[in-house]
């Protein structure tokens, strides 16, 4: 029985209307960039999401291939085509991965591509759904850098701590042979095993180090701290080198802070100590200390007159153990910026240099205001 002609009518009436309300809200859609393929990866049409996600109007995008989306390396393994290929065989595929905006950056999406087929099973294009969850990436990247800087930091403390007892056990045996046998080495012997005790208290002042960097940020317990009488301490503690050094060290006035007393003791007296040790020679140091409140932060700075650094190495020196300068010239682990580092990192902050070899360099370091 054949659909009265009005009945027939109002059904593609119907069928159009409700096409068009489809294509309305896909269009409408701002969560997900929803756009189709030909079946060569044309894109075809372009709906508000794609353009917020991926920063192209309708205008700049319609008639390009989608490979535009994807990064360099991506497009040299001809990942694209490989999706569309995917998606012919199975029906559908989805992955995760880095795609690029117009304007060059990144962003990590989830893309579903849709093989569309017509009533002979022939592919006539794709649809693609691309949803922006760099958020979530991000988050988790910065969980996974947080368990991997924990599983660090244990494996260093327990690597560290067995380290211990051998090592006093060779440093027992180097210091009886000093104590009893040193009279009968010959100079060689002698030579040798003098080298022999360096290295061994070299040796421990690297595990003590590695000790005190793997405790860095545990347990940890806040207070007020005011850091004009920390300072004072810290000059205290370093009496004797201050003293030795004819050093003259200037303090402003600085904030009080809600902090943990001994990692600010520890960072101050490693700077502070730093200015005093990398002197020039025959001039005494001369350290400024200051604290200005920019925004929400504290900005501390510390200045000195000492020898400077050169400008390729102001990133390397809070690198852990890296040293610009034979032990010989001057004394000390390599660790000490590090643990400044670390302990600015705790608080949110950053720590910086500016420095001219010769001149002299100025360490900055941020910690956040009440």
């Not at 991965?97 to 304007?103: I, T």
């Not at 003590?208 to 009488?229: F, M, P, T, W």
């Not at 000059?235 to 001994?262: C, M, Q, R, W």
Request: charged share 25%; net charge neutral; glycine share 8%.
């Amino acid at each position: 029985m054949k659909m009265p002609l009005q009945a027939k009518h109002l059904q593609e009436i119907i069928h159009r209307s409700n096409e068009e309300y489809y294509k309305k809200m896909v269009e409408e859609i701002t969560d997900y960039a929803i756009f189709l393929l030909d079946p060569a990866g044309i894109i075809r049409t372009w709906n508000k999401g794609a353009e917020r996600i991926k920063g192209y109007t309708s205008e700049e995008i319609i008639g390009q291939h989608f490979r535009i989306f994807y990064t360099p390396a991506d497009r040299k393994k001809g990942l694209p085509e490989k999706l569309l290929q995917q998606a012919v065989t199975f029906g559908k595929t989805n992955m995760e991965g880095w795609r690029v905006r117009k304007d060059g950056t990144t962003f990590w999406a989830n893309i579903v591509i849709t093989a569309l087929h017509d009533n002979t099973g022939n592919n006539i294009g794709f649809t693609k759904i691309t949803k922006d969850l760099t958020d979530r990436k991000l988050m988790e990247d910065v969980r996974q850098l947080a368990q991997k800087n924990k599983e660090l930091e244990q494996l260093v403390y327990i690597t560290s701590h067995d380290l211990q007892e051998p090592l006093s056990s060779i440093t027992g045996f180097a210091n009886i042979l000093e104590q009893y046998y040193k009279g009968q080495l010959d100079e060689d012997g002698r030579k040798y095993l003098h080298y022999l005790t360096q290295s061994c208290a070299h040796m421990s002042n690297l595990i003590k180090a590695l000790l005190d960097y793997s405790l860095i940020g545990r347990e940890r317990k806040l207070e007020r701290v005011d850091c004009n009488q920390l300072v004072s301490e810290v000059t205290g503690n370093l009496y004797h080198a201050i003293h030795e050094n004819s050093a003259k060290i200037i303090v402003g006035e600085l904030p009080k802070l809600d902090a943990n007393f001994i990692e600010l003791e520890l960072l101050f007296q490693n700077l502070i100590g730093n200015a005093i040790k990398f002197r020039k020679k025959d001039i005494s140091p001369e350290i400024t200390i200051k604290a200005s409140k920019r925004n929400d932060v504290w900005e501390f700075s510390i200045h000195d007159n000492g020898i400077g650094i050169d400008e390729k190495f102001q990133e390397k020196i809070f690198n852990i153990f890296q040293r610009l300068h034979n032990k010989s010239e001057f004394e000390g682990t390599g660790i000490g910026l590090a643990h400044c580092k670390k302990i600015v990192s705790l608080y949110g902050g950053n720590i910086w240099v500016e420095s001219t070899p010769g001149e002299g360099s100025t360490f900055h370091f941020t910690l956040p205001c009440d």
